[in-house]
């Protein structure tokens, strides 16, 4: 067990070093969701989206919890990146031949994105904040804020990483992950609540576990624990299901890698 | 005498798919020598090698390291090898030291266990002055150096290294066969591959000529030149077209072994020069051949690897200038 320990906090600690390493790409990473989603995009349609529709004070506190999904999602869909780049230039080789468990590398990468992932999502909360929104749930709420955006960040983190492992090149990697990210988002309630699209958009959105993980969060910052238990209480059985689903298809895919 | 057998390789073939990349291969490595998979690209070596080293299963047959099993025994087997890969697998990110106390953790020393033999590895190959600077400064020997580094850490009993000199300069090159030697000096037992015939045939006691999936030849570079028999006479000749029919005039001659048509003239398999070449040279005449250039060697490994192949190892593989 202390064996495994340590095995997986140094991989841990070399996605760290990395990190800090491309200090710009940090920042980027870093700033990227606050500053042209929350910030831009915010403001931008404050004026143009009906409150009546969004069924929110502004349209920038309507769109924090927005953010927040799709900064999970973002990190999750990129979260396999690193370990193509070490597959195809035979890192991940070196790994595997040495006397570890074959999870140690995989349990490091998601305890890495999670963290990651986790204190984005503290910022972008935090900027949201200064833009006059404030969480109605209080500190309980960001907790479950974040224990919603982990659990979907888990099941995309498994694809992506299933991804790494199965494609022939990073070119083919990133294509996916272009094609993925964009129409997730859109058929999403990230942007407009499902009830003010069209139909058939609203109808694929309701598919979308990104939807799912909204609706539970955007009450949460938006009118408080009445509203938004019932929604807690869907959302935790629909990621456990995703999750499941997502990690039985990446177990096979790095076996297959693997083996 | 009986050798201790480090590596026991029987009957091992691997399938993707369709493509048969390894088809039934059975050798074994003795502890302490140095062991070379010699074969162009796509042969098979490297398929062989990883599933020495667990990164790969069998379709059939086995292949265990000192007794343990490849794949049922995965855990075993990677606490007794270092591996080397054909890739520069470096972070470009982390320093040298870096690269080296991580795999310190992942063979699950202690960090002060790790950073002495880290200090000692940096000084054998050299690193010291540069072990605190991210490998993407490196240049590619020091990252080959690194690499090595990487492969030794554990204190393997045997290191595999996959084309440790391919694409390096002469004077890196040489290093790293001078590593090799030493640690072979050490009681190492290493395994490579490579598709470089001067490597093989300087550095390993013994090898297997690999190519599209099956050994061709087994044995020490020595015996495997023996096993020709005979010298090799090669002719460069004027009239291309009377090529043909020259070679079907000695083909039969007594003092002559075998003959083969190359680009621009014949490669002839004597057993005794003494008698064959009064033999050549008549029959040329005879003929109308005009000889630009007569050439007499000892056989050499490039020979054993076209009479084994069919073909040059360079036809698929360029070779470095020395």
């Keep these: 067990m202390t064996e495994y320990w340590q095995e997986i906090s140094a991989l841990t600690m070399r996605w760290v070093r990395r990190l800090s390493r491309e200090k710009f790409s940090m920042l980027f990473t870093l700033v990227q969701p606050m500053l042209f989603w929350l910030i831009f995009f915010g403001n931008l349609f404050q004026r143009a989206a009906d409150t009546q529709v969004t069924q929110a004070p502004n349209y920038i506190s309507f769109l924090a919890a927005g953010v927040v999904v799709m900064t999970v999602l973002n990190n999750g869909l990129a979260g396999g990146v690193d370990l193509l780049f070490d597959k195809e230039n035979g890192f991940l080789e070196r790994l595997m031949s040495a006397p570890i468990r074959r999870s140690s590398v995989i349990l490091s990468r998601f305890i890495f994105v999670m963290t990651i992932t986790s204190l984005q999502v503290l910022v972008i909360l935090g900027v949201a904040f200064l833009f006059g929104v404030e969480p109605a749930t209080g500190l309980l709420g960001v907790a479950v804020i974040l224990l919603i955006g982990m659990m979907f960040g888990v099941g995309l983190t498994a694809i992506s990483m299933a991804m790494a492992f199965s494609v022939k090149s990073h070119g083919d990697f990133f294509s996916v992950l272009g094609f993925l990210s964009l129409p997730m988002i859109f058929l999403s309630s990230a942007l407009v609540p499902l009830a003010a699209m069209p139909g058939w958009m609203s109808f694929l959105a309701r598919f979308n576990p990104m939807t799912w993980a909204i609706d539970a969060v955007r009450p949460l910052i938006l009118s408080g624990w009445s509203d938004a238990l019932p929604h807690v209480a869907m959302v935790i059985p629909v990621m456990l299901v995703f999750d499941a689903v997502c990690l039985y298809g990446g177990a096979k895919a790095f076996r297959r890698a693997m083996g | ?322």
Aim: net charge neutral; with cysteine; hydrophobic share 40%.
């Design chain 2, 1 to 322: 005498m009986e050798r201790a057998v480090a590596i026991e390789v029987n009957r091992l073939s691997k399938a993707y798919g369709a493509h048969q990349a390894v088809s039934d291969l059975s050798f074994h490595v003795y502890a302490g020598e140095i062991f070379g998979l010699l074969g162009p690209n796509g042969a098979g070596k490297s398929t062989t090698l990883r599933t020495l080293i667990t990164l790969l299963h069998p379709t059939s047959g086995t292949a265990s390291i000192f007794g343990h099993d490849t794949v049922r025994e995965a855990d075993t087997v990677r606490r007794l090898i270092g591996y080397v890969p054909q890739e520069r697998a470096i972070d470009r990110f982390l320093t040298g030291r870096e690269h080296l106390q991580l795999l310190g953790a992942l063979y699950h020393l202690t960090k002060e266990e790790a950073a002495g033999r880290i200090n000692e590895l940096l000084k054998l190959v050299d690193l010291e002055a540069h072990a605190d600077r991210p490998a993407k400064t490196y240049s590619g020997g020091m990252k080959r150096k690194l690499d090595i580094a990487c492969g030794l850490l554990p204190d393997p009993k045997i290191l595999f290294l996959d084309e440790p000199t391919l694409g390096l300069d002469v004077q890196s090159r040489l290093r790293i066969w001078e590593y090799v030697r030493m640690l072979k000096a050490r009681g190492m037992t290493v395994v490579m591959t490579t598709n470089y015939l001067d490597e093989a045939d300087q550095l390993c006691d013994r090898l297997a000529i690999i190519d599209g999936g099956r050994i061709k030849a087994l044995g020490s570079p020595t015996e495997l030149k023996v096993a020709l028999g005979g010298d090799i006479v090669s002719l460069t000749i004027k009239e291309m077209d009377r090529i043909p029919g020259l070679e079907a005039a000695l083909a039969n001659q007594p003092a002559i072994k075998t003959v083969r048509a190359t680009g621009n003239g014949l490669d002839i398999r004597v057993e005794s020069p003494e008698k064959a070449l009064p033999v050549i040279l008549e029959t040329a005449n005879r003929l109308g051949c005009g000889i630009e250039f007569i050439d007499y060697h000892r056989p050499r490994l490039d020979d054993v690897f076209i009479a084994h192949t069919g073909r040059r190892i360079t036809d698929t593989a360029e070779t470095p200038v020395e």
